[in-house]
């Protein structure tokens, strides 16, 4: 069987991940997520103070980015987790102030131009499944599979509060659409490789299917690709 490139994007809280980490599991391939390095980079602001409610300090951001590494570790129970510094980030990259940070540093082109370096490393090899929001069209835009996933913000921002209630967390839907809406129109408008379908990328939206059917799906789109 041929080893090959898959490439998910889409809107946040889609489910990327969630599809990306099944596959790489059944395919025996590498999952990156690549939220999870913009994450780290917006918590190394948030740890230096460089990231205030109005401004990043981007000058500060850009002397040091060379001296930020990030690593993905398989725990215990299989699940990868992210390392910043070599040090375990996985639960507090997952914050809101976290994510919303993320979501500003990964405007600034030098950001992106390390990352998207560390990435395309990561893959030389092939057998690898990437989720993020420019993987089809920046990071591997010859991926021989190039998933675009998509579902409605109400859908999305009622699928994360489930998600923080479970964990404990007091969220008011109003506040979290609103959220899933600032962020889609940020990764969508950003100057710098903003979110986009590939031409040639299939586009799933899972507002109405089940994870089974969903699965069906990639299984059938990955067994062609790999014949
Ligand atoms: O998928 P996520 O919510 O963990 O991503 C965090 C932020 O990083 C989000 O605002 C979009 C941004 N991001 C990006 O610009 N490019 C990627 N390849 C992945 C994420």
Redesign the pocket.
């Known amino acids: 069987m041929k080893k090959i490139i898959v490439a998910i994007d889409g809107f946040?809280?889609c489910g990327?991940?969630t599809m990306a980490k099944e596959l790489a599991r059944e395919a025996g391939y590498v999952y990156v997520?690549?939220?999870?390095?913009?994450?780290a980079v917006s918590l190394f602001c948030i740890q230096n103070g460089w990231m205030t409610d109005s401004e990043i300090n981007a000058k500060e951001l850009e002397k040091h980015i060379h001296s930020i590494r990030i690593e993905f570790k398989t725990n215990a129970e299989g699940v990868s987790e992210t390392y910043l510094n070599g040090k375990n980030v996985e639960s507090e990259i997952r914050s809101l102030e976290v994510?919303n940070g993320?979501?500003r540093v990964?405007t600034l082109g030098f950001v992106?131009r390390e990352l998207v370096r560390q990435q395309q490393f990561m893959g030389v090899e092939k057998g690898i499944v990437m989720?993020?929001?420019?993987?089809g069209t920046v990071?591997f835009p010859m991926a021989e599979l190039k998933i675009f996933l998509t579902a409605s913000p109400e859908i999305r921002a009622k699928r994360r509060m489930d998600e923080m209630t479970a964990k404990g967390e007091t969220v008011n839907y109003e506040d979290v659409l609103a959220n899933v809406i600032e962020?889609d129109d940020?990764?969508q408008n950003r100057t710098e490789?903003p979110?986009r379908k590939a031409d040639d990328a299939v586009v799933i939206d899972n507002s109405s299917l089940t994870r089974e059917e969903q699965r069906g799906i990639l299984r059938t789109l990955f067994a062609e690709r790999t014949l």
Not at 33 to 39: E, H, L, S
Not at 131 to 135: E, K, Q, S, V
């Open positions: 946040s809280s990327k991940s997520d690549t939220g999870a390095m913009y994450r994510a993320a979501s990964s992106r989720d993020g929001r420019d993987i990071v962020r940020r990764d490789s979110l």
